[in-house]
T-cell receptor, first 112, second 113 residues
Framework: GNSVTQMEGPVTLSEEAFLTINCTYTATGYPSLFWYVQYPGEGLQLLLKATKADDKGSNKGFEATYRKETTSFHLEKGSVQVSDSAVYFCALSSGGYNKLIFGAGTRLAVHP | DVKVTQSSRYLVKRTGEKVFLECVQDMDHENMFWYRQDPGLGLRLIYFSYDVKMKEKGDIPEGYSVSREKKERFSLILESASTNQTSMYLC????????????FGDGTRLSIL
């Protein structure tokens, strides 16, 4: 069946460091891929998405490229800020009705 | 902006009680979802609905039921709450156009004592 695997956290970085959070997926067909972010005490917010191979999603300095050959959708940011501290979820669309399958989430902590 | 509103941020109930969690969206979305979120497990789909009075089981429906009498409202019901249902519950909605994201509420942290 379809599944999403994310790198385990927590990821701890200093401010202005480069961020990569790995995400790989298993899916039949051509799913859309998403990154969501969850700030403390809040629900999930859509960060970015890509709907077909080689698409690059971007938002707020974050980027991720849909790589069908490696079944990956890694999240990157060139220079993180303390305000980026949150839990990040990778997800893929599955089974119609815009249902999603989520990875387990990766907690990011950024220190000044 | 899409607004998904969950009726309670925190809720404490006792074992055996019938518990109702309410969710309302204001974007006329066809699809609505209920998840539970537990550490290390990500989000797991409990039930979803693609139209009024229509529902389908997700991955972990046991111990739960749902109700969708109006398009904007989707209720999750714990028929007889148990301690293993202590969790964060998240509601989401999406349009039925393909490749659309889900929009989430702020969650209800439910404790069953």
């Amino acid at each position: 069946g379809n599944s999403v695997t994310q790198m385990e956290g927590p990821v701890t970085l200093s401010e202005e460091a480069f961020l990569t959070i790995n995400c790989t997926y298993t899916a039949t067909g051509y799913p859309s891929l998403f990154w969501y972010v969850q700030y403390p005490g809040e629900g999930l917010q859509l960060l970015l998405k890509a709907t077909k191979a080689d698409d690059k999603g971007s938002n707020k300095g974050f980027e991720a490229t849909y790589r069908k050959e490696t079944t990956s959708f890694h999240l990157e940011k060139g220079s993180v800020q303390v305000s980026d501290s949150a839990v990040y979820f990778c997800a893929l669309s599955s089974g119609g009705y815009n249902k999603l399958i989520f990875g387990a989430g990766t907690r990011l902590a950024v220190h000044p | 902006d899409v607004k998904v509103t969950q009726s309670s941020r925190y809720l404490v109930k006792r074992t055996g009680e019938k518990v109702f969690l309410e969710c309302v969206q204001d974007m006329d979305h066809e699809n609505m979802f209920w998840y539970r979120q537990d550490p290390g497990l990500g989000l797991r789909l409990i039930y979803f609905s693609y139209d009024v009075k229509m529902k389908e089981k997700g991955d972990i429906p046991e111990g739960y039921s749902v109700s969708r009498e109006k398009k904007e409202r989707f209720s999750l019901i714990l028929e007889s709450a148990s301690t293993n249902q202590t969790s964060m519950y998240l509601c989401a909605s999406s349009s039925d156009r393909s490749n659309q994201p889900q929009h989430f509420g702020d969650g209800t942290r439910l404790s069953i004592l």
